[in-house]
């Protein structure tokens, strides 16, 4: 799989940075309407260091740490989502279990799973944080689906079911 940077862009030249800046300000909304306070790394198209995003984390200290992305495979036809948690982080953990079903249920993608991992960011953010790769950007299909203003907005609703379940439940 293809984990890194914001750097990937599909077949027909989609940018990943711009799909995941997109949903995230689309998620923002649907996070703010609820009632919660909203900080983003970052608000428009320029590189804010893995370093920054974490010390910007760490500053703002909020209930959880979210990190929107798209995937990347060089077979083209690897397909899903794929949500990723600092390993031993149960909260996280259960965020993202609420998160995928939302996904899979309201989008139709494939449940890759949830898997504890060692990123950058889970590891350095000091609060409990999930890193959501939505689906993947090197397949044709689903890039297609990226293209479509509607799919990224049901994308950024169903993160935010994905939330409002978790705290209705635990």
Known sequence: GGKGGDGYAGEKGLKEKDIN????????????????KVCLT?????????????QMANDTAPN?????????????????TEIYYF???????????EIMKALTEDLGTLDRGIKPA????LRTVIVSSIHVE?????????????????????????????????????
Request: aromatic share 14%.
């Open 21 to 36: 800046l997109s949903i995230s300000l689309y998620l923002k909304e649907e996070l703010e309407d609820l009632g919660a």
């Open 42 to 54: 970052r608000d428009k198209d320029k590189v804010v260091h893995l370093d920054d995003r974490a």
């Open 64 to 80: 959880f740490f979210i990190s929107i992305h798209q995937n990347y495979f060089s077979h083209p036809s690897k397909s899903g």
């Open 87 to 97: 390993k031993g982080d149960m909260a996280a953990k259960e965020l993202a279990r």
């Open 118 to 121: 060692d990123f950058f960011l």
């Open 134 to 170: 939505i689906v993947y950007i090197s397949n044709p299909a689903e890039e297609a689906m990226l293209m479509d203003t509607d799919f990224r907005k049901r994308a950024a609703k169903s993160i935010a079911k994905g939330f409002v379940n978790f705290y209705r439940y635990s």
